[in-house]
């Protein structure tokens, strides 16, 4: 199976590629790749056949958008040009194999990102691990909903969680989680494909993480809420600041009070808590 890169050009880029990031979000791409004047989004050559670009307008910002086949087996290599560390404050870094351990942090994380969301170098996905450390999971029960390479349930279980379940709905990102967990030798953290629906046969979790999309995340609140404990946090990534507002109150309509709002540049996460 091969995998295609849209190659986005926008002008202005900024808020731009944002805004449309955040509009195809939906459309099955499976990990961006911010660049100096757009962004690249990856998706196999089988969703891609269902894309429609052509009702995408905007008054604020113009767009282009060129397509390059990208084979499996030549996206370690491509990855491996470019894939620089990401260092989080003095708490994190996530590191390739390749790179030298980073004495200057907490710990050290090792990721194969290959085709999966959740690098490090997306504002959401920093946003969510700086909230990791703020957090007690001792012993605690964790969910990462959508959890594409796995970083963010390794942070967890590195953080002193007892068990950790990560579901994702692409088969490509469970195989890359599960190689990632076992890189970082994490024992108490399985992951699964599947959707939320699967959450229906699972225990209640001390802490749910979704890194998604707001449209996503909106539908799933009604069953976050459902397999949380009482007293426990709800950690929202994955859309915009002006997103906030909606889904916040949607929760409130589940008994799920704001705790907090962090942003960066104009990302946003939300820490919910029932």
């Known amino acids: 199976m091969n995998y295609l890169n849209y190659q986005f050009t926008v002008e202005p880029p900024e808020p731009g590629s944002e805004i449309l990031m955040a509009m195809i979000a939906d459309y099955g791409f499976e990990s961006f790749n911010i660049q100096p004047n757009g962004f690249d989004a990856f998706i196999t050559e089988e969703n891609a ?6 009702d995408l307008v905007f008054d ?27 260092i989080i404050d003095d ?3 996530i590191r390739a194999n390749f790179h030298s351990p980073i004495t200057a942090v907490k710990l050290n994380i090792e990721i194969t990102p290959k085709m999966s969301f959740g690098t490090g170098h997306h504002q959401t996905t920093r946003l969510v691990a700086k909230q990791l450390f703020q957090l007690n999971l001792n012993e605690q029960r964790i969910l ?15 953080l002193g969680a ?12 469970v195989e890359n989680s599960s190689e990632n967990v076992a890189i970082n030798k994490c024992i ?7 959707d939320v629906e699967d959450l229906n046969s699972e225990k209640p979790f001390d802490l749910i993480i979704a890194n998604i999309n707001k449209n996503i995340l909106k539908k799933h609140l009604p069953t976050y809420a459902e397999k949380m404990k009482t007293g426990s946090h709800l950690v929202l990534s994955g859309f915009f600041l002006t997103d906030v507002d909606e889904l916040t109150e949607i929760a409130n309509k589940l008994h799920l ?16 808590k029932k």
């Open 49 to 54: 056949k269902e894309i429609n670009l052509s």
């Open 60 to 86: 604020d910002f113009k767009f282009s958008v060129s397509i390059q086949t990208i084979e499996q087996t030549n996206w370690n290599s491509e990855w491996e040009k470019n894939f620089e560390p990401v």
């Open 91 to 93: 708490l994190l870094a």
């Open 144 to 158: 990462d909903m959508g959890c594409g390479t796995g970083i963010l349930a390794i942070l967890a279980e590195k």
């Open 162 to 173: 007892k068990e950790v379940l990560g579901i994702d709905i692409d088969a490509w990102s």
């Open 188 to 194: 108490k953290t399985i992951i699964k494909k599947g």
């Open 257 to 272: 009070i704001k705790v907090s709002v962090e942003t960066e540049n104009e990302w946003a996460m939300l820490v919910l």
